[in-house]
């Protein structure tokens, strides 16, 4: 019990607090709970391939991060102490503004933190998890052994050491204890961070239409809910069947990423250092699980192009601000789609598909585009189009 109770206590420490310092310090606190996971994260991840590579170990990086938490906490501490005593009115009126919203979220969690006490994390026989788990106690082991990361572990690659399985190895060396131990408390922090990013992320998106704030709130609270029963992979539930897995770590940030770009497209006041997280969060969904990167990509193609193309019409009351960042994000991200498409289909071999009933040949559709995979959207419908997509999509453009 005590095991669980620390590595809970750490995964959730370095999965929030460095960044929620880190808005601290900028006195930006819009999308607050996402910003702060990303940019954790993000520290967590892009430290890790640097410091293994150049060979300081594991322990050195866990260092390394726990000095710019630290650092954080200092700084945030003097900042804030001079701020309060000259804009203690906004605080309160801040506290009064968000107190209703992180109830809400706090029962939530409470309510799920009480079921996933019954049935625990996700473990039968067969699953992806034990493959996962492998993946981790191989890293135990090298840790154990001294060879992860070191300069003469000649086999040593950015692919192959995955900053998710390091660190979940990591922790459970340092508790002195198997990884499996640790499953549990790994699993729920990722699953309450999962839903904690659903919530938020449909409240962002609700409060766009005209409702009371108490509308909004329950809205994301039913999003929320939805998701948790019916978000998945056929007949497997997310927030169970991928709590222990780099995907369910890399999800949020998808969240993260569109906060950012759609106050980008919709409020002509946005600070613009924002747009500098955007790679930055991409970069780390590659580096835990390329597919949320890839697909982060092309619903922002999917949002700048409808928002360029309502911009067209003479019923869009978009301002001269707007209107330019709309026109220009299309054309960026149409230039950078063309490259990336010719690039796919020129210069990489695609890797064999017809084993799969998820794709077919576009061939079968259109003689010259013969041999070409496409999605097939006659098999399980409800996995390529569902209620979750349609609303935010709408919510989203």
Same mark, same amino acid.
Request: glycine letters at 6%.
């Given at each position: 019990?005590?095991?669980?109770?620390?590595?809970?206590?750490?995964?959730?420490?370095?999965?929030?607090?460095?960044?929620?310092?880190?808005?601290?310090?900028?006195?930006?606190?819009?999308?607050?709970?996402?910003?702060?996971?990303?940019?954790?994260?993000?520290?967590?991840?892009?430290?890790?391939?640097?410091?293994?590579?150049?060979?300081?170990?594991?322990?050195?990086?866990?260092?390394?991060?726990?000095?710019?938490?630290?650092?954080?906490?200092?700084?945030?501490?003097?900042?804030?102490?001079?701020?309060?005593?000259?804009?203690?009115?906004?605080?309160?009126?801040?506290?009064?503004?968000?107190?209703?919203?992180?109830?809400?979220?706090?029962?939530?969690?409470?309510?799920?933190?009480?079921?996933?006490?019954?049935?625990?994390?996700?473990?039968?026989?067969?699953?992806?998890?034990?493959?996962?788990?492998?993946?981790?106690?191989?890293?135990?082991?090298?840790?154990?052994?001294?060879?992860?990361?070191?300069?003469?572990?000649?086999?040593?690659?950015?692919?192959?050491?995955?900053?998710?399985?390091?660190?979940?190895?990591?922790?459970?060396?340092?508790?002195?204890?198997?990884?499996?131990?640790?499953?549990?408390?790994?699993?729920?922090?990722?699953?309450?961070?999962?839903?904690?990013?659903?919530?938020?992320?449909?409240?962002?998106?609700?409060?766009?239409?005209?409702?009371?704030?108490?509308?909004?709130?329950?809205?994301? /609270?039913?999003?929320?809910? #939805? *998701? %948790?029963? +019916?978000?998945? &992979?056929?007949?497997?539930?997310?927030? =169970?069947?991928? $709590?222990?897995?780099?995907?369910?770590?890399?999800?949020?940030?998808?969240?993260?990423?569109?906060?950012?770009?759609?106050?980008?497209?919709?409020?002509?006041?946005?600070?613009?250092?924002?747009?500098?997280?955007?790679?930055?969060?991409?970069?780390?969904?590659?580096?835990?699980?390329?597919?949320?990167?890839?697909?982060?990509?092309?619903?922002?193609?999917?949002?700048?192009?409808?928002?360029?193309?309502?911009?067209?019409?003479?019923?869009?009351?978009?301002?001269?601000?707007?209107?330019?960042?709309?026109?220009? /994000?299309?054309?960026?991200? #149409? *230039? %950078?789609? +063309?490259?990336? &498409?010719?690039?796919?289909?020129?210069? =990489?071999?695609? $890797?064999?598909?017809?084993?799969?009933?998820?794709?077919?040949?576009?061939?079968?559709?259109?003689?010259?585009?013969?041999?070409?995979?496409?999605?097939?959207?006659?098999?399980?419908?409800?996995?390529?189009?569902?209620?979750?997509?349609?609303?935010?999509?709408?919510?989203?453009?």
């Amino acid at each position: 019990m005590i095991v669980q109770a620390t590595s809970l206590l750490i995964f959730g420490a370095y999965f929030f607090l460095p960044g929620f310092l880190i808005t601290l310090i900028l006195n930006y606190y819009r999308d607050q709970f996402l910003l702060s996971y990303g940019i954790s994260i993000s520290l967590l991840v892009l430290t890790s391939p640097l410091t293994l590579w150049f060979g300081y170990g594991v322990f050195a990086w866990m260092g390394l991060h726990l000095s710019i938490f630290l650092l954080s906490l200092l700084v945030a501490y003097l900042y804030r102490k001079q701020r309060l005593r000259r804009q203690n009115f906004s605080r309160r009126q801040r506290l009064r503004l968000h107190f209703r919203p992180i109830l809400v979220c706090t029962l939530l969690l409470v309510s799920f933190s009480a079921y996933y006490v019954c049935v625990g994390p996700y473990t039968e026989i067969p699953s992806d998890f034990w493959k996962h788990l492998a993946r981790v106690e191989l890293k135990l082991i090298a840790l154990s052994d001294g060879t992860l990361g070191q300069k003469h572990n000649e086999g040593f690659t950015l692919a192959a050491h995955n900053p998710i399985y390091v660190f979940h190895g990591a922790v459970a060396y340092f508790l002195s204890t198997k990884a499996i131990d640790l499953a549990p408390a790994i699993s729920f922090v990722t699953s309450a961070v999962f839903l904690a990013s659903i919530y938020w992320f449909s409240l962002k998106l609700f409060s766009e239409f005209r409702l009371n704030g108490r509308y909004k709130v329950v809205a994301a /609270s039913l999003a929320t809910l #939805l *998701t %948790l029963v +019916s978000f998945g &992979t056929a007949s497997f539930s997310f927030v =169970r069947y991928y $709590a222990y897995f780099p995907t369910i770590i890399a999800f949020p940030l998808i969240y993260a990423v569109f906060s950012i770009f759609i106050d980008y497209l919709n409020r002509p006041h946005f600070r613009h250092t924002l747009l500098i997280l955007i790679p930055v969060f991409l970069l780390v969904m590659f580096l835990i699980h390329p597919q949320e990167a890839f697909l982060t990509f092309i619903m922002m193609c999917g949002m700048s192009f409808v928002r360029a193309g309502r911009s067209l019409s003479p019923m869009a009351a978009i301002g001269p601000v707007l209107l330019a960042r709309a026109r220009s /994000s299309a054309c960026f991200f #149409l *230039t %950078l789609l +063309s490259l990336v &498409t010719v690039y796919a289909f020129t210069a =990489r071999e695609i $890797a064999p598909w017809g084993h799969t009933a998820h794709v077919i040949n576009i061939g079968a559709f259109f003689p010259l585009l013969v041999r070409i995979p496409l999605d097939n959207p006659s098999f399980r419908l409800w996995t390529h189009l569902g209620f979750s997509d349609c609303w935010y999509t709408h919510g989203m453009c």
